[in-house]
């Protein structure tokens, strides 16, 4: 096939694509968000969250902190369709957040964790610093905060 009717034919392609999946023929090439439109809903009681967090010098790269918080404990129970729960640690003076969300599948205990994240060595100026730590959970009903504490940062050399 020649670079004119490669060209030519992918411009089909792409043409076909969009009149098929458009609105005119309506067929969908994508799956449904919520397939079976079932309601999310879920009871969350936490177990343990952190009561600290640690910035610790990157083993492998001096110009980096890992910022660590442990996990949070979780027990679900009246799970329906696929609710979430969000961890965040947030560190205002370092403008720094991490978080991780969880979709909830049914009742049980859950461990909720993030990898450590990054923070430049040269931002870090202090022995410690004072995050908020905060626990939500995601349904139908809307969003509910199951927890929401301050803690302390520390900072090790």
Known sequence: MSGSHAVG???FVVLAVTLVSGPLVGVSLTEEAVPDGEPSHVTVEVDSAPESATLSPNRHNDELYH???D???ITATNVSGRPTVVYQLQVPELNHTRS???FID???SYEVSFDPSNIETERVDKDRYEGTITVKAFD???SRT???RTVTVEVEE
Do not use: I, Y
Request: net charge negative; aromatic share 4%.
């Open 100 to 102: 991780v969300g969880m």
């Open 146 to 148: 199951l927890v929401e």
């Open 9 to 11: 034919f992918t411009v």
């Open 106 to 108: 049914e009742a049980g």
């Open 140 to 142: 139908d009903d809307g």
């Open 67 to 69: 910022l660590r918080a």
């Open 71 to 73: 996990a949070v404990h």
